[in-house]
């Protein structure tokens, strides 16, 4: 099993649509996990981290289930400004930081 | 605005020819991350350094070196490039070790061209 494994996708998604992926992580002893966009030919940038209660930051709201090792990210009334490729990041005890391979969402007219 | 920066955007260099990467960040942050991104693929760890304290991961190859030689300034050393090697640079910086709210800012990147 891979340590960090998302859908590549792509999700095509009408404008204004609710959008969920999922991102699966093996080792349960991970402390801490965030969401990063990534534009094409551009830097990740933070999205929002992901706390154990869930949270939410205007229209996307992440969620972590630690018994079933995922996180999530759901987008609420979708724009498409939010097409981009979205990564899962999970951070270990020792430090390790291991990046999920990116889900693709295009926003569609 | 506080950022980090890396030069140059682009790079192209021969096949076996040394090519020196560098990075530059006015965040004042402790930790400053290299990474590799190839086309379609996550961004891959190669080292970091935690102020002056290099941890390399256990897969890069040695070919790949790093300097850091003050908090600001953390350079990525390719010895002989190959072709496999054509890629993305990232550096990222963090204020402090990973963690819950210790996120990474994010260099533009580097694209390096091996020809």
């Known amino acids: 099993r891979k340590e960090v494994e998302q859908d590549p996708g792509p999700f095509n998604v009408p404008e204004g649509a609710t959008v969920a992926f999922n991102c699966t992580y093996s080792?349960?002893?991970?402390?801490?996990f965030f969401w990063y966009r990534q534009d094409c030919r551009k830097e990740p940038k933070l999205l929002m981290s992901?706390?154990?209660s869930g949270n939410e930051d205007g229209r996307f709201t992440a969620q972590l289930n630690r018994a079933s090792q995922y996180i999530s990210l759901l987008i609420r009334d979708s724009k498409l400004s939010d097409s981009a490729t979205y990564l899962c990041?999970?951070?270990?005890?020792?430090?390790?930081?291991?990046f999920g391979k990116g889900t693709r969402l295009h926003i569609l007219p | 605005d506080a950022m980090v920066i890396q030069n140059p955007r682009y790079q192209v260099t021969q096949f076996g020819k040394p090519v020196t990467l560098s990075c530059s960040q006015t965040?004042?942050?402790?930790?400053m991350y290299w990474y590799q991104q190839k086309s379609s693929q996550a961004p891959k760890l190669l080292f970091h350094?935690?102020?002056?304290?290099?941890?390399n991961e256990a897969d890069t190859p040695d070919n790949f070196q790093s300097r850091r030689p003050n908090t600001s300034f953390c350079f990525l050393d390719i010895r002989s490039p190959g072709l496999g090697d054509a890629a993305m640079y990232l550096c990222?910086?963090?204020?402090?070790?990973?963690?819950?709210?210790?996120?990474?800012?994010f260099g533009p990147g580097t694209r390096l061209t091996v020809l």
């Open positions: 990222a910086t963090s204020r402090d070790r990973p963690g819950p709210s210790n996120e990474q800012f």
């Open positions: 080792n349960s002893a991970s402390q801490s």
């Open positions: 992901v706390y154990s």
């Open positions: 990041v999970v951070n270990d005890r020792d430090d390790k930081i291991i």
């Open positions: 965040l004042n942050h402790n930790v």
């Open positions: 350094y935690y102020d002056k304290d290099f941890n």
